[in-house]
Nanobody, 124 residues
Framework: VQLQASGGGLVQAGGSLRLSCAAS????????MAWFRQAPGKEREFVAAIKWTSPSTYYLDSVKGRFTISRDNAKNTVYLQMTSLKPEDTAVYYC??????????????????WGQGTQVTVSS
């Protein structure tokens, strides 16, 4: 299984970025997909997720209304559209996957596949 994250970069506050995570080696349509992020000196935290069993999406409170997670099962890809970016959004962003049916989708210990991370830097 491989998860390849891309789309990070340097952007000014208020700007937008779209992250992509291309998956291979798994039946993508049967996997919950999530984005986590880790800032220097901080724990890796949940950002957003989308289940395979329903179109339900979940977000960290501080990104609600600014970030949107979506998936394209035909392309085996999950996206994170980020708008109104803030300096505190600066982190390495990781995509992750699991195939559980019932779970606390925000719990990073439940994800068994991880991408390599893509750096997002928001300047003030």
């Amino acid at each position: 299984v491989q998860l390849q994250a891309s789309g990070g970069g340097l952007v000014q506050a208020g700007g937008s970025l779209r992250l992509s995570c291309a998956a291979s080696g798994l039946t993508f349509s049967r996997y919950n997909m999530a984005w986590f992020r880790q800032a220097p000196g901080k724990e890796r935290e949940f950002v957003a997720a989308i289940k395979w069993t329903s179109p339900s999406t979940y977000y960290l409170d501080s990104v609600k209304g600014r970030f949107t997670i979506s998936r394209d099962n035909a392309k085996n890809t999950v996206y994170l559209q980020m708008t109104s970016l803030k300096p505190e959004d600066t982190a390495v962003y990781y995509c992750a996957a699991n195939s559980l049916v019932s779970l606390n989708i925000r719990d990073r210990s439940l994800y068994n596949y991880w991408g390599q991370g893509t750096q997002v830097t928001v300047s003030s």
